[in-house]
């Protein structure tokens, strides 16, 4: 006969602690942790909130709930490292230690005890605005520079919470639609313990209001012979209706270097600065990586798709992310490419890859991570590769609970028009939470892209979606070699489920203005 589990087995499998010190936890984000987990096991924030506010009878109800929990939240924040809870938070965390014998299930039905938790939720929350910025040389803030220390040394915010139970993040954009844990808070995040290790990383290397990115759609050609099959060399066995290819890179532009260095200072001559440059999956070498770190300057960010093999002969296909001076970042993709009969025919692929096999990419896709990059205090980016913007797990649940501002997404794909598959991906991360999306692939494999039916269009390298306008197609013209992009921001006032807002300081990187670039070496 089974029997239901306590609160307090719950709350003690997250905060060992609690089993012989019930004592709040001192430091904001664990107290976050521990009640909105429970929350959100329970599922009991959603009853709860379907009477609200509290004092909903009360004139100005929500306006006394939102400014009880912010000015108890700044008082915690303030003095959090000696600060004594008041009678109101040590009240409901009482009352939360009382229900340790309480089945989860519930919970529910106890409305007082979800108003304490509720609370201490909320109050947490409010109590970490600002955390995961980039360090402000006229800060004096000590919580601040404690959440910075944490995400730099346990990449989460959790204190006392081992990262391997639950993971305390940042958080960029809440849900204004549809109802989750993810919309109960502005500043905290709460990602499950998982296989993929997300890393908060910051650094103030934008102080501009407004982005300009190079995109270049290398390599310019893709050809049918730089796919391999690898079946028989491959250490794995699978049915005999798959196999294993991989991509060779080797032969691409030997003075890519020099290219960019062109096209890097046509575009900076059009538009003044260029903040970053960014390049397709697959579109370098690791030599050819560090030649483009080397003749861009030092204010200029990369993300870049790079690719080989390793000893085993195993692909290697990543992200590399580099925002000096912090070290250059790596990020292995998540999922593996799969060639199916019609992307084979789609692609000419079917004089080295039997069609009526499904193929796939033989690649390393061992230790797991996702990167988040503060920028600013208001910007945060992250980039996927190809397929990873596609699957909720293992990263884009993640991505969906912080809520980055600028998603960019490295492919290997065809023309990114308005009703391919990257499309609908990106409308659904612009929907919820709002994040920004730019993906990109290369003119070449574009251009190596035949659909079976409709207008080829391979010239469509990128596409754009933001909360607030369609998905908006990005071109190639004839004798370009890549696009100089502008984003501005804008901002909006986001609110939780329970009604507190930000003040409008949610941010939404904004397409305003594309500008064709063309190589000056071959006028």
Request: proline share 7%.
């Amino acid at each position: 006969m089974s029997v239901e589990a306590t609160i307090g087995e719950f709350l003690t499998g997250i905060l060992p602690r609690l089993r012989d010190d019930r004592s709040l936890p001192s430091w904001p984000p664990d107290c976050f942790a521990v009640c909105l987990a429970l929350l959100k096991r329970t599922g009991a924030y959603a009853k709860l909130l379907q009477d609200w506010p509290p004092d909903r009878h009360a004139s100005e109800g929500l306006a006394k709930w939102t400014t009880s929990v912010q000015e108890t939240g700044n008082e915690w924040r303030d003095g959090w490292s000696s600060w004594t809870p008041n009678t109101e938070l040590t009240t409901a965390w009482q009352r939360v230690c009382d229900s340790f014998g309480a089945a989860l299930g519930g919970l529910s039905a106890d409305r007082a005890l979800c108003e304490a938790l509720f609370k201490l939720v909320v109050v947490a929350d409010e109590a970490s605005e600002g955390t995961g910025a980039p360090e402000d040389p006229e800060e004096d803030d000590a919580f601040l520079r404690a959440s910075r220390d944490a995400l730099r040394s346990r990449a989460t915010l959790g204190d006392e919470i081992d990262p391997t139970r639950l993971r305390i993040l940042p958080r960029m954009h809440t849900p204004q639609n549809g109802l989750t844990d993810r919309s109960l808070s502005l500043y905290l995040s709460l990602c499950e313990a998982g296989e993929v290790t997300p890393h908060w990383l910051s650094t103030p290397f934008l102080q501009h209001e407004s982005l300009n990115l190079l995109l270049i759609p290398w390599p310019a050609e893709v050809l049918v012979s730089q796919f391999r099959d690898v079946t028989n060399a491959a250490n794995m066995a699978l049915p005999d209706r798959f196999g294993y290819f991989t991509y060779d890179i080797s032969n691409q532009c030997e003075d890519l270097a020099g290219c960019v260095e062109a096209l890097y200072a046509e575009a900076k001559r059009n538009l003044g600065r260029i903040d970053g440059v960014v390049l397709p999956e697959l579109s370098l070498t690791d030599q050819q990586f560090r030649d483009l770190r080397d003749i861009l300057p030092p204010d200029c960010f990369i993300v870049a798709g790079v690719g080989g093999a390793d000893k085993q002969g195993r692909g290697e296909n990543e992200v590399r992310l580099s925002f000096p001076p912090m070290d250059v970042l790596r990020q292995k993709k998540h999922h593996p490419w799969k060639l199916n009969e019609s992307q084979i025919v789609q692609y000419g692929l079917g004089g080295v890859l039997t069609p009526s096999l499904d193929w796939w990419e033989y690649a390393d896709l061992a230790e797991r991570s996702l990167r988040f990059v503060a920028i600013n205090q208001d910007l945060v980016i992250c980039a996927l590769v190809c397929e990873d913007l596609a699957r909720p797990d293992p990263v884009a649940n993640i991505v969906r609970t912080v809520g980055p501002n600028l998603v960019i997404a490295l492919l290997m794909d065809g023309p990114q028009t308005r009703e391919r598959w990257a499309a609908r991906y990106a409308t659904v991360l612009a929907d919820d939470p709002g994040c920004s999306v730019l993906s990109l692939t290369s003119i070449g494999m574009a251009r190596l892209s035949r659909p079976e039916a409709g207008p080829n269009r391979s010239n469509v390298v990128a596409l754009w979606k933001d909360a607030f306008k369609g998905a908006t197609e990005i071109e190639l013209p004839p004798g370009f070699a890549a696009i100089a992009v502008s984003l501005s921001v804008r901002y909006r006032e986001e609110f939780t489920a329970d009604g507190r807002g930000d003040d409008g300081k949610a941010a939404f990187p904004i397409l305003s203005g594309t500008h064709p670039i063309a190589d000056p070496r071959r006028r």
